[in-house]
Nanobody, 126 residues
Framework: VQLQASGGGFVQVGDSLRLSCAVSGRSFGSYTMTWFRQAPGKTREFVAA????????HYADSVRGLFAISRDNAKNTLYLQLNSLKPEDTGVYYC????????????????????WGQGTLVTVSS
């Protein structure tokens, strides 16, 4: 599959933002779609994942209750709603996809994903 992320920007503390990831290619029913982020000077970290087939979701502890992942089957688009943004949410946000991925101990690892979008930058200013 091919992924293209968009929607990043420069916002203030407490603002909201919605990221989008356009998905194209083969059928996505067996895929896990995930958002990662990478802050300056840090490693890429898991944010949220969704199973395209049934909408099952999982969040990193740091964003649970603040961010929301969703998908629109008709538009072939993955979303990440970012609420109550903080300076530590600053980074490049990437969408990624993996087929037939078991949600075991490693599914939050970037190495489990073989399809990546180009990233979209979110900057939260205080």
């Amino acid at each position: 599959v091919q992924l293209q992320a968009s929607g990043g920007g420069f916002v203030q503390v407490g603002d909201s933002l919605r990221l989008s990831c356009a998905v194209s290619g083969r059928s996505f029913g067996s895929y896990t779609m995930t958002w990662f982020r990478q802050a300056p000077g840090k490693t890429r970290e898991f944010v949220a994942a969704i199973k395209w087939s049934n909408g099952l979701k999982h969040y990193a502890d740091s964003v649970r209750g603040l961010f929301a992942i969703s998908r629109d089957n008709a538009k072939n688009t993955l979303y990440l709603q970012l609420n109550s943004l903080k300076p530590e949410d600053t980074g490049v946000y990437y969408c990624a996809a993996a087929e037939l991925l078991e949600w075991g101990p490693n599914f939050r690892s970037p190495s489990e994903y073989d399809s990546w979008g180009q990233g979209t930058l979110v900057t939260v200013s205080s």
